[in-house]
């Protein structure tokens, strides 16, 4: 079994755990208040393993189980056993790290919340896109376009609705999330930066 649908089962079963456990979902939400006021450090990862409602964690886990398992095959291809443990590494450091500007942000505001896999789910998606930026990626099956240029569109929009703050999603955690996991690559496989170049000149819009 793959440490991508390990992580999937563990979030799911995480996920329906706390649906039913409303004092369990209050400890393990990311409220950021009382991380800087209880230290209560651990929100940053738990955080990660609870979702809002079924189609939430359904398209998290989707994704992360589609990119997620040809990420893992590509770094155990690379570094062998060691290549499964950096996979998890990108994902969980993807949460801690995609929650930070939310922390700094919302750390005065106690009844700010944030909960959800896509910091650690975008980090794993925009690796994958790194490796393979000229693979058309399809949008509900039917708008296929390079992974680059969705990933160009997915950076622009988050940034702008991260500014909007104008609906109750996380977009900050989907920006930095997708920015680290394009660093945390190039750091641990730095050779994909050349790779990355070649790729494009696959690149075709159609």
């Known amino acids: 079994m ?3 649908l390990i992580l999937v089962i563990i979030t799911v079963l995480a996920s329906l755990y706390a649906w039913n456990n409303q004092d369990l979902l209050r400890k393990w939400i990311f409220n950021p208040y009382s991380v800087n006021e209880y230290r209560q450090y651990y929100r940053f990862v738990t955080s990660g393993f609870i979702h809002n409602d079924f189609v939430h964690l359904l398209f998290n ?3 992360l189980w589609m990119f997620g398992e040809q990420v893992e095959y590509v770094f155990a291809a690379i570094y062998g056993i060691s290549g499964k443990a950096i996979f998890v590494a990108l994902y969980l450091l993807g949460i801690i790290v995609s929650d930070i500007p939310t922390y ?3 750390k005065n505001h106690a009844y700010y919340n944030a ?4 910091g650690g789910v975008a ?3 925009f690796s994958f896109i790194l490796f393979a930026p000229a693979q058309k990626l399809y949008l ?3 708008i296929g376009l390079p992974g680059i240029v969705w990933a160009a569109l997915y950076l622009l929009y988050s940034a702008y609705m991260g500014k909007r703050g104008a609906d109750n999603i996380n977009h900050d955690a989907h920006l930095y999330g997708a920015l680290f996991g394009v660093g945390f690559t190039i750091l641990v496989y730095p050779k994909v930066i050349l790779h990355f170049i070649d790729q494009l000149g696959n690149l075709s819009l159609f």
């Open 123 to 125: 980090s794993v998606l």
């Open 104 to 106: 700094l942000k919302h």
């Open 140 to 142: 509900y099956g039917i």
């Open 2 to 4: 793959s440490v991508t």
């Open 115 to 118: 909960l959800g896999a896509s």
């Open 61 to 63: 886990m989707l994704v």
